[in-house]
């Protein structure tokens, strides 16, 4: 028996100061654990990370969802301002794969340890019952690009089982993901200025921070290379013309 729960949000300010949060529960043959983490960076410290195995509430809400993690010293507040989408990404024997884009784009207020940090962000959900290490995928590309009035999101696996879903302003279209950006539903995003945020073997930069994570996982899946980046993004809807930020990322299975 298997199965995943992550969480996902994201805030990032007008100066690109950012926080990205996780939360999860696994479960594997029984064995359970649940974690919570951030990410907070910015071009002055850097990327700072914290982690805990203490429980933390569900982030929780519709509109306007909600996430108090004390161990981590965070309060988050999402404000939706693009509708949510759901998308069923794999169904087979195997097990499923589940994703709800919660706020695909939202005002936000992230507390941390007494700082505050406000500006847009991102939530999502993922719900797994088949292993990450048995996905059909070679590679992995994820990303959103979000301004003051607009945002697209993108998710786009390759290898034995495609898939492509691409959101402008929230709404499913289709579209072209390319490697500085993306273009579909009337949307042309690029990127520019990438400053790397994380990089490495997850069992270097996610597996091994975490106690007992380890001994729950097979090898296979520590070879997992990923790639995240903040950059500076130029998103053109119609004649909107806005500039803004965007995290994203890329992972490779190991062969």
């Not at 010293?73 to 794999?90: N, Q, V």
């Not at 195997?94 to 207020?109: F, I, K, L």
């Not at 949307?187 to 400053?195: G, I, Y």
Request: glycine share 10%.
């Amino acid at each position: 028996m298997f199965s995943l729960r992550k969480w996902y949000l994201d805030c990032v300010g007008d100066s690109g100061d950012l926080c990205i949060a996780y939360r999860a529960e696994l479960n594997v043959a029984g064995a359970q654990l649940a974690t919570a983490s951030l990410l907070r960076f910015d071009d002055r410290g850097g990327l700072r990370s914290r982690w805990t195995v203490r429980s933390c509430p569900e982030p929780s809400g519709e509109d306007v969802l909600s996430w108090q993690a004390p161990p981590l010293d965070l309060s988050a507040r999402f404000e939706r301002r693009d509708p949510s989408c759901s998308a069923t990404l794999l169904d087979g024997p195997g097990g499923t794969v589940r994703w709800n884009c919660t706020h695909p784009r939202a005002a936000v207020e992230m507390r941390i340890a007494g700082e505050v940090l406000r500006g847009i962000g991102y939530a999502e959900v993922l719900d797994l019952t088949v292993p990450p290490w048995k996905l059909p995928i070679d590679e992995l590309r994820w990303g959103r690009l979000l301004t003051v009035s607009h945002g697209v999101v993108w998710i786009e696996w390759r290898g034995s089982h495609p898939q492509r879903l691409v959101l402008v302003d929230g709404i499913p279209t289709s579209g072209e993901v390319e490697e500085r950006g993306l273009r579909g539903g009337g949307a042309r995003a690029l990127l520019h200025e990438p400053r790397v945020l994380r990089s490495g073997r997850i069992g270097e930069t996610v597996v091994s921070a975490v106690p007992r994570l380890e001994r729950l996982v097979p090898g296979r899946i520590l070879g997992l290379e990923e790639t995240k980046w903040r950059s500076r993004g130029t998103l053109q809807i119609g004649s909107c013309k806005e500039e803004g930020w965007a995290i994203h990322e890329l992972v490779r299975w190991p062969r």
